[in-house]
């Protein structure tokens, strides 16, 4: 029976265990084939500062002194910065984002996807079996707790390609009767933003016949896109969720056609700020409801007193009735002004400084 051999790309990733050969080396062109141009591989011993390189003859890696079972091994990659990108990379900041989104699809990498909200009596070949379905899986693995060894209800599943993972991240999932969700897990945070605003796009015009399968597939070209959302009832937009700001953002401003309609591409307002939108507008026209309501109120009372002499012997002109329905109107009274008395339908239409002048000094 073959050894394996524990590699990841790099310390926060999950290994992936590639078979040796008979004789205990390594074949590069297996290790490519998990982690496409990989050139060699490194490990750090626990009583070391730095990694070792692991011995290379004719594409052949041969193993350390305590054997592969002892560590944990590291991809290494060429320096050339045309293979592995990591110039393009470095002047990211300094390129146009639209030039930023082309170097970025132009060389995916798969990554391991954690799936969350697992059943606890799921099983690694039942969760193996399961993703089968979206193409040939490499890895598949639950988390356990160490003391008890039972679930913590998810586990991590790797794909032999990209095109596969971006299927299984492209749709909830139905297992063991609870739904799951395939996403690349937070070791990614710095590949990937944690602020989904910056990675959203708001999508407008869209036609009544347009599905989210449509946005992911024109999308798709563009960038990794982990969501699409069109709201129901339709009103005629929705939101594409990219793996990477840039991509969005590059997009930004833009009018494509997407099944034969010309759409409008801008940045997604957060919900947050929707929200909060939504309730100053409420809070701005019940403000402005109760001010109309109190002068109505006190236009009625002044009508009153003008055509009874109503209030204490009072009488009042029509001139006089007029001049106080002038100031009512200009000085917003009644509303919920700073400084002003007689606020509200109940206040004193009387009262001192409402106009600036002192108690009945306009009588």
């Known amino acids: 029976m073959s050894e394996y051999v524990k590699i990841a790309e790099d ?12 004789d205990g080396t390594l074949l590069v062109s297996n290790v490519a084939a998990q982690f496409p141009g990989a050139v060699g591989l490194r490990y750090r011993p626990p009583d070391a500062q730095s990694f070792r390189g692991v011995r290379l003859v004719d ?12 560590y944990t091994f590291y991809v290494n990659f060429p320096k050339d910065p045309c293979v592995l990108g990591l110039e393009n990379k470095r002047k990211m900041e300094e390129v146009d984002m639209a030039s930023a989104s082309k170097m970025l699809r132009s060389e995916p990498r798969v990554s391991d996807l954690v799936v969350l909200g697992l059943p606890w009596t799921t099983t690694e070949d039942e969760l193996k079996d399961y993703f089968s379905a979206f193409g040939s899986v490499v890895l598949s693995q639950i988390k356990t707790d160490p003391a008890t060894g039972k679930s913590k209800g998810y586990g991590f599943v790797r794909f032999a390609d990209h095109e596969s993972q971006l299927k299984a991240m492209g749709m909830r999932h139905m297992i063991g009767g609870r739904w799951c969700d395939a996403k690349l897990p937070q070791s990614k945070a710095q590949m990937y933003p944690t602020d989904p605003d910056r990675n959203r796009i708001f999508v407008g015009r869209c036609p009544e016949d347009i599905t989210p399968e449509d946005l992911r597939s024109f999308f798709g070209q563009f960038g990794d896109v982990t969501d699409v ?14 793996a990477n700001e840039h991509v969005a953002q590059s997009l930004c ?10 759409v409008h591409i801008a940045s997604a307002e957060p919900k947050n700020q929707l929200k909060r939108s939504s309730r100053l507008n409420a809070a701005a026209q019940a403000a402005a409801a109760v001010t109309a309501q ?43 002004g700073s400084g002003r008395s007689g606020g509200g339908s109940g206040g004193n239409a009387y009262g001192g400084n409402t106009y600036g002048l002192g108690k009945n000094s306009w009588l």
């Open 294 to 336: 109190a002068n109505m109120n006190a236009l009625s009372a002044l009508s009153t007193l003008g055509a009874t002499g109503a209030g204490g012997g009072l009488n009042l002109t029509p001139a006089m009735v007029a001049a106080m329905t002038q100031a009512l109107q200009t000085s917003g009274w009644g509303g919920s």
């Open 253 to 262: 401003g833009q009018d494509v056609i997407v099944k034969g309609a010309s």
């Open 11 to 22: 310390e926060n990733e999950l290994p992936v265990e590639v078979p040796c050969e008979d």
């Open 229 to 242: 959302y069109i709201p129901k009832p339709f009103r005629s937009f929705g939101f594409v969720t990219f």
């Open 59 to 70: 594409g052949v890696l041969h193993p350390p002194e305590n054997g592969w079972a002892s």
